[in-house]
């Protein structure tokens, strides 16, 4: 038994459609995933920023004891791991003094943690606002900005200010003490 040739039209469009069959096949490798966001690492860099210098200026308010005793009650929290929890606490504690720029700075560090990147910005930038513009929580403020920046440059592209600028504007804080005479 033989079978009819097959006509040239139908081979060249049988031809084209096995072609784009494998061409579908065969695909662009696929893009590695975007760098992880280690939320406790910055948080640690953060901290290392506020490092004050033995001559430099640090000037310390006087603490409210019901917020002193929320914050150890974050900060414990925080070490075990809740950072929700330790959230909470520092909410509660801004709730009760909500113009202290170092209770500012603690609450944008724990929403680090729990990766709110718009949060940890925006206590931040509340801490700059009443705050100092120089010292070691100052360098923390501007840390922490450029942490988030750099955290959002790893999943899309950042319009605006740059991680190179939030850390100019770290390195400015710092100030020299008065000479002492």
Request: net charge negative.
């Amino acid at each position: 038994m033989t079978f009819p040739p097959i006509p040239r039209v139908p081979r060249i469009a049988f031809t084209a459609l096995a072609l784009s069959l494998l061409a579908a096949c065969t695909t662009a490798p696929p893009t590695p995933p975007a760098p992880e966001f280690d939320a406790a690492a910055a948080v640690t860099a953060i901290r290392a920023s506020g490092g004050a210098a033995s001559t430099e200026l640090d000037v310390q308010p006087i603490r409210d004891p019901q917020v002193d005793d929320l914050r150890e009650d974050a900060e414990r929290l925080e070490k075990s791991g809740q950072y929700a929890q330790a959230a909470q606490a520092l909410d509660q504690a801004l709730q009760l003094n909500p113009d202290d720029p170092a209770l500012l700075q603690e609450r944008a560090e724990t929403a680090l943690l729990v990766k709110d990147l718009d949060g940890a910005e925006r206590y931040a930038k509340l801490g700059i606002e009443r705050g100092s513009k120089v010292g070691p929580l100052c360098r923390r403020h501007w840390e922490t900005i450029a942490q988030v920046r750099q955290a959002r440059s790893m999943s899309a592209t950042v319009a605006g200010a740059t991680v190179a600028d939030a850390r100019r504007e770290r390195d400015a804080c710092t100030v020299d003490a008065p000479a002492r005479y």
